[in-house]
């Protein structure tokens, strides 16, 4: 059996979905029990196409839109939607997955389809702000309507795409994501260790990485925090509020200018930026902080929650239903949108060590139930009996 699978995404392995794509495919490809399939790895360019090895079962294949390097919607779309499709044809392919919405469809082919979330669906305005995204959006919510069987994450995304996409329920399952081993303090305390003095930061911090889209609510995050340096300096104890992730230099709607905020508050001395950081420091970041704030108003996963759980940083997020689902009572929560209820937990946390180490270990244990090679198995599952 011939198994596609579009793999551009290993390209961006900062995104969530980068991050799904490398977990899922690397070890699918890699099942002792599937060792007699082909999987046909398709990428748009030469970046993230060196993480996976080519096998006697893993063909790899580069396919550039002609003519056109600006790497944009049109570029995505054609791509997605002659390129790629033409060139599964020509292999034969009997199954196709995609690891993420996309405008690909594929004739007489099976295509199953990852539906993380539809977002870009609830938050209209914002995503899908001129011609080009809504039409490129558009075309997603109808290729995934006509996909052969659809995977999503949660069950809180498996409520909202039925709730806003006509998919029939029996053709959509649940599979949850796992989190990566190097992650696990328990596991990987040595190496954390080592991450964790390569920042240069001293532990004892707050901490935040997970995007700036304004549905994150970093500024929210910023506001409450310059409250806390005004009116609680003796519970923050110097703690500094560390942020992590590729800042923004243009004005985007969609996107928190994360500097500005922080300049509007003033408290440049007392937030530390870190840019982009490699997913191999993550687990030290985790690991080094007081505490890890996730005050999102939107997700269908999560994913930064989980890490940190896994690195045993104790943990309070929004109290929204997928987070729940995934943390149970292993992290604390808050309104997102109180600040005086996100200033409070924050406080009673920085102030209770024993509060801490509880929320670490109950972290800890509830990441073991996510395991991506679960993930990868239940996938391929999925995938041939679609």
């Known amino acids: 059996m011939r198994i596609g699978i579009n793999a551009s995404f290993l390209r961006k392995l900062n995104t969530g979905i980068g991050q799904y794509s490398k977990n899922v495919i690397e070890r699918m490809v890699n099942l002792k029990e599937h060792k007699d399939k082909k999987f046909y790895l398709y990428f748009e360019e030469e970046g993230g196409s060196n993480f996976i090895e080519e096998s006697d079962n893993v063909i790899k294949k580069i396919l550039k839109v002609p003519f056109y390097k600006r790497d944009d919607l049109v570029k995505k779309t054609t791509w997605e939607k002659i390129v790629l499709p033409r060139e599964v044809k020509k292999d034969e392919i009997d199954v196709f997955f995609t690891p993420f919405n996309s405008a690909s469809y594929f004739h007489s082919i ?4 990852t539906l993380h979330d539809v977002v870009w669906k609830v938050f209209e305005d914002q995503y899908a702000n001129n011609f080009r995204k809504k039409l490129y959006f558009n075309k997603t919510l109808d290729m995934s309507e006509k996909a052969d069987h659809l995977i999503t994450v949660s069950r809180f995304s498996k409520r909202e795409i039925l709730k806003y996409l006509e998919v029939d329920p029996n053709n959509l399952t649940v599979i949850r994501n796992g989190v990566a081993d ?15 003095k390569k920042t240069g930061l001293k532990p004892g911090y707050i901490f935040y990485i997970g995007g700036f889209e304004k549905r994150k ?3 929210f995050l910023i506001g409450a925090f310059k409250k806390i340096v005004d009116n609680y300096p003796n519970v923050l104890e110097g703690r500094k509020l560390v942020i992590a992730g590729e800042l923004w230099n243009h004005e985007d709607p969609l996107i928190t200018n994360v500097k500005k905020q922080i300049e509007k508050h003033g408290i440049e001395k007392n937030v530390k930026l870190l840019g982009r950081v490699d997913d191999q420091d993550r687990p030290g970041l985790y690991a080094g902080a007081d505490l890890y704030i996730f005050p999102s108003i939107y997700e269908g996963f999560g994913m930064p929650v989980l890490e940190a759980m896994a690195a045993g940083c104790p943990v309070l997020a929004s109290n929204i239903p997928p987070l729940a689902e995934i943390a149970g009572e292993a992290i604390e929560f808050f309104n997102p949108n109180r600040e005086d209820e996100l200033i409070q ?7 209770e060590r024993e509060k801490r180490l509880e929320l670490s270990l109950k972290g800890m244990e509830r990441a ?3 395991d991506w090679n679960e993930t990868a198995k239940r996938t391929i599952n999925v995938i041939l009996d679609s």
């Open 110 to 113: 099976r295509h199953v389809v």
């Open 182 to 196: 190097y992650f696990r303090y328990q596991e990987n305390k040595a190496e954390i260790e080592r991450s964790i």
């Open 217 to 219: 609510r970093v500024d």
């Open 345 to 351: 937990q924050t406080l009673k946390l920085l102030s």
């Open 368 to 370: 073991q139930g996510f």
